[in-house]
């Protein structure tokens, strides 16, 4: 089927297109700074970076409804924030998520 004749994603599927594009172009221009930003190891980067731009479209129809975000745990503290001070919080808390995740890989 063509691109074009395609039905219209629903709202999950933008979402999830969106968010693999911008994986996928920061992980070819920017690896290092991909691994810190999306909280992932070098070599989750480099598979993101290898996939062909059909195959992201196929991945965004396979998953249907499922989204490949996960909310941060702490959105709704962040919310709260002053957003003068937003930054800086949400940089410290990505700081301790990325240092479990990768503790536990």
């Known amino acids: 089927m063509s691109q074009f004749l395609a039905p219209p994603l629903t709202a999950i599927e933008f979402n999830n297109l969106l968010c693999l594009f911008t994986a996928w172009g920061e992980a070819r221009r920017d690896p290092t700074g991909t691994c810190s930003r999306f909280m992932l190891c070098a070599s989750d980067v480099q598979r993101i970076a290898d ?26 503290q962040l919310l709260d924030t002053p957003p003068a001070l937003m930054a800086l919080f949400a940089g410290s808390s990505a700081l301790q998520g990325r240092s479990a995740h990768v503790s536990a890989k």
């Open 51 to 76: 996939l062909s731009s059909e195959q992201i479209v196929t991945v965004v129809h396979a998953l249907g409804q499922n989204s490949v975000v996960q909310l941060r745990p702490d959105l709704l």
